[in-house]
C-alpha cells in the first residue's frame, strides 16, 4: 500500500508542477494547443483505457466469453481510429476549445446549451466508474471497506484533476501509459506461467467462450447493437475531442487519434486473455471484476503487485481526470462564461476548477451507489450519445438542416433509449435511438425548407 500511495504522490506533484504553465483558458483546457504526435497519441489512448478496459472488461469476458469485449477494446479501439480517419482534420480546422462550440457556430446556443445538458451527465457517469474501480482497486491491496476505499479514491480524485489540467494530464498520461503497459504486460506473464504456458491456457478456454459476435440465441440486431453503442456512442465523445483540438495540427490530430487507437487495441488485448482464461484459473468468483485483481495478487511478487496496482490506477486517474475535465469545460466555457459575460482568464480557470469539484463530488454519490463497473460504462456510453452522434455526423459533413431538426434530434435520440432502455423493454434501444435520431433531423430539415407562406396555406388545405 506504500508503495501504491509513493506513485500516487509522484503523479499529483508531476500534475502540480506541469500546471503551473497554466495562464489562460486555452492552457487549462487545451494544453495552449502545442501537443505532438507521440503526447497526444498517449493521452488518447489512456483517456479511453480505463476501468472498464482492465478491471469492467476482463469481468464481462470472464462472465460472458469474448463476445464480451465487444465494446472494451474492440468497440472503443475502433471508434479512436474513426475519429482519426474521419473526423480529426475537420474538428481540428475549426478551431474549437470545446465540443459545444460546434453546437452553437453550426446551429445556435440553445443547441449549445442542450447539448451540455445531455452530455454532462454522460462523462460524470463515465468518471463514476473510474472512481468505483480505483476504490476496488485500494480496497484489495489494503483490505479497506470497499465504500471506504471509494470516498478516499474519490477525494484524491477530485483533488488531483483541480490542480491539473489538459497539460498536466497529458504528460502524467504518458507516464501513466508506460506504467500501465508495464503492470499489464507483467499481470500476462505471470497468468501465462501459472497456467503452464501457452498451450494449457488456451486449454482452459471452452470453445463456445471464443464467439466474438455472441451466442447463436442472439438476434443480428442484438449484435449490431451491442458494438453501436462504443463505436457511434463514443467516437464524437467530448473527452477525446478535446486531446484532438489540443494537438498542434490537424495531420498530428489525425495520426495520433488512429495510433492511439491501435496501442488501445494491442495492450487492451491482455484482459481480453486473462477474462477468457480466468474461469480456468478462479472459477466461481462472486464478483468478476475482481478477477484481475485477485490474479495478480495471487501471482505477482510483491515488487511487482506494486509496480501492477500502481499500472491499474494509471489507467483509473488517466481516464477520470479527462472525464471530469471535460464535464467541467463544458458547464464552464459554454454555459458558465456566456453568462457571465466578461470574465479574465484567471476567472475562467477558476470557474472550470469549481465545476470539477462539483461534478467530481456528483460522480462520488454515483460510484457509490452503483452496482458495478461495466453497468455505470454502458449507461455513460448509451446516455444521450444517438443523437449527438446523427446530429455531429450531419452538421460536419452536410448543411442540411439547422436549429430545429438539431434540437429534434438530440431530444429523438434521448427520449427513445431512455423509454427502450428502461420502460419498453427493448432489445435494441440505442439503434432504435440512433434511426429515431436521424429520422427527426432529416424529417424536421426536410419541413425548414418549406416556406412559411406555403407551410400557412398546406395548414389552411388540410
Given at each position: ?99 459545444g462550440d460546434f453546437f452553437r457556430q453550426r446551429y445556435s446556443s440553445g443547441v449549445e446549451k442542450f447539448f451540455v445538458l445531455l452530455v454532462v451527465p454522460s462523462s460524470t457517469l463515465w ?236 460522480a462520488y454519490v454515483l460510484a457509490i451507489r452503483a452496482n458495478g463497473v461495466y453497468e455505470l460504462i454502458e449507461t455513460a456510453v448509451a446516455f444521450g450519445t444517438a443523437g449527438v452522434f ?37 432489445t435494441t434501444p440505442y439503434l432504435l435511438s440512433l434511426a429515431g435520431a436521424a429520422l427527426a433531423y432529416l424529417g424536421v430539415a426536410a419541413l425548414e425548407k418549406i416556406p412559411i407562406g ?9
Amino acid at each position: 500500500m506504500l508503495g501504491v500511495m509513493a506513485y500516487m504522490v509522484i503523479q499529483f506533484a508531476i500534475g502540480v508542477w506541469v500546471s503551473r504553465r497554466n495562464k489562460s483558458e486555452d492552457d487549462y483546457l487545451l494544453a495552449g494547443r502545442r501537443l505532438g504526435v507521440g503526447l497526444t497519441a498517449f493521452t488518447v489512448f489512456a483517456t479511453w483505457f480505463g476501468a472498464e478496459t482492465v478491471v469492467g472488461a476482463a469481468g464481462n469476458i470472464y462472465e460472458n466469453g469474448l463476445s464480451g469485449g465487444s465494446g472494451d477494446p474492440f468497440g472503443y479501439a475502433i471508434c479512436l481510429i474513426l475519429l482519426g480517419l474521419v473526423f480529426a482534420v475537420p474538428l481540428w480546422r475549426r478551431r474549437y476549445t470545446t465540443f459545444g462550440d460546434f453546437f452553437r457556430q453550426r446551429y445556435s446556443s440553445g443547441v449549445e446549451k442542450f447539448f451540455v445538458l445531455l452530455v454532462v451527465p454522460s462523462s460524470t457517469l463515465w468518471a463514476a466508474a473510474q472512481i468505483r474501480a480505483f476504490g476496488q482497486v485500494v480496497s484489495t491491496i489494503s483490505d479497506l471497506d470497499v465504500t471506504v476505499a471509494i470516498t478516499a479514491a474519490a477525494a484524491f480524485v477530485i483533488i488531483y484533476t483541480v490542480a491539473g489540467g489538459l497539460l498536466a494530464t497529458a504528460v502524467t498520461d504518458l507516464v501513466q501509459g508506460l506504467a500501465l503497459m508495464l503492470g499489464l504486460g507483467l499481470l500476462f506473464f505471470a497468468v501465462l506461467n501459472a497456467a503452464g504456458g501457452v498451450e494449457p491456457a488456451l486449454a482452459l478456454v471452452e470453445p463456445e467462450r471464443l464467439q466474438l459476435f455472441g451466442a447463436l440465441e442472439k438476434s443480428f440486431l442484438e449484435v449490431v447493437e451491442a458494438w453501436a453503442i462504443p463505436i457511434c456512442g463514443a467516437t464524437l465523445a467530448a473527452e477525446v475531442i478535446a486531446r484532438i483540438l489540443a494537438a498542434h495540427s490537424a495531420e498530428t490530430a489525425r495520426l495520433a487519434s488512429v495510433l492511439g487507437g491501435t496501442l488501445y487495441l494491442a495492450i487492451g488485448c491482455i484482459p481480453v486473455f486473462i477474462g477468457l482464461i480466468g474461469p480456468g484459473l478462479l472459477p466461481g468468483l462472486e464478483d468478476a471484476e475482481q478477477i484481475i485483481p485477485q490474479l495478480a495478487q495471487q501471482y505477482l511478487p510483491t515488487l511487482f503487485y506494486v509496480l501492477f496496482a500502481g499500472a491499474l490506477i494509471s489507467a483509473i486517474l488517466s481516464t477520470v481526470d479527462s472525464a471530469l475535465l471535460a464535464a467541467a469545460s463544458l458547464i464552464s466555457h459554454n454555459v458558465v462564461v456566456p453568462l457571465r459575460g466578461s470574465m479574465s482568464e484567471r476567472a475562467k480557470i477558476r470557474s472550470a476548477r469549481l465545476c470539477v469539484v462539483l461534478l467530481g463530488i456528483l460522480a462520488y454519490v454515483l460510484a457509490i451507489r452503483a452496482n458495478g463497473v461495466y453497468e455505470l460504462i454502458e449507461t455513460a456510453v448509451a446516455f444521450g450519445t444517438a443523437g449527438v452522434f446523427v446530429v455531429g455526423v450531419l452538421g460536419l459533413f452536410t448543411r442540411i438542416g439547422g436549429t430545429p431538426s438539431a434540437l429534434a434530434a438530440l431530444i429523438a435520440g434521448s427520449v427513445l433509449w431512455f423509454v427502450g432502455e428502461y420502460f419498453a423493454g427493448w432489445t435494441t434501444p440505442y439503434l432504435l435511438s440512433l434511426a429515431g435520431a436521424a429520422l427527426a433531423y432529416l424529417g424536421v430539415a426536410a419541413l425548414e425548407k418549406i416556406p412559411i407562406g406555403k407551410w400557412q396555406a398546406t395548414r389552411q388545405e388540410t
